[in-house]
């Protein structure tokens, strides 16, 4: 899926597999999934957390206990 812009692609178990989507929507790699005969039942999306933006934008972290 490639063609998608899809990277990072692995198998997470025996019927699963995890792939950064990149700019790509959600709903335009479960079409083409499905269009290409492979069976989906689920998709789910994760973004990081605010912080991990945050420490990926600046090189820093800030603790919160203080």
């Known amino acids: 899926m490639r063609s ?3 990277s990072d692609a ?3 178990a025996a019927d699963g597999v995890r ?8 709903e ?3 079409a083409a999934l499905v269009h290409a005969g492979v069976p ?3 998709l789910s999306v994760t973004r990081p957390a605010l912080e991990d933006l945050f420490v990926e934008l600046t090189g820093e972290g800030f603790d ?3």
């Open 4 to 6: 998608l812009g899809l």
């Open 10 to 12: 692995a198998a997470i």
């Open 19 to 26: 792939a950064a989507l990149g700019q790509t929507e959600p």
């Open 28 to 30: 335009t790699v479960t």
């Open 40 to 42: 989906v039942r689920g």
């Open 64 to 66: 919160v206990a203080r």
